[in-house]
């Protein structure tokens, strides 16, 4: 599994369309359960999103494709963790 931690590097290039654009690319993930959870940060200087993708290198992929790191707008590190505990209903991702 695989913690993604997006930050905002020009935050002047952050439209409204850009987020439009983003999230309908981030849907077609979500909807394969490649992605988990996402959202912004509090103060928002960018997001979070967990993963599992099989490899980094699919992620690295799937992430380079995103509006947002395309506009560069956006950059991101990636942390690989091995879930070993969870709230019971989140048991299911247990590796």
């Known amino acids: ?8 590097t020009e935050p002047d290039k952050l439209t409204a369309e850009l987020t439009a654009q983003h999230r309908q690319y981030l849907a077609k993930e979500y ?3 490649r992605l988990l959870f996402g959202g912004r940060k509090v103060p928002r200087t960018g997001g979070i ?6 490899t980094e290198k699919a992620l690295r992929q799937m992430l380079d494709a995103d509006p947002f790191i395309q506009s560069g707008a956006v950059s991101y590190t990636i942390t690989e963790f091995v879930p070993v505990m969870a709230a019971g209903e989140y048991n299911n991702l247990i590796a």
């Open 1 to 8: 599994m695989y913690l993604v931690d997006m930050c905002f």
């Open 31 to 33: 909807e394969s359960n």
């Open 49 to 54: 999103i967990i993963s599992r993708h099989d």
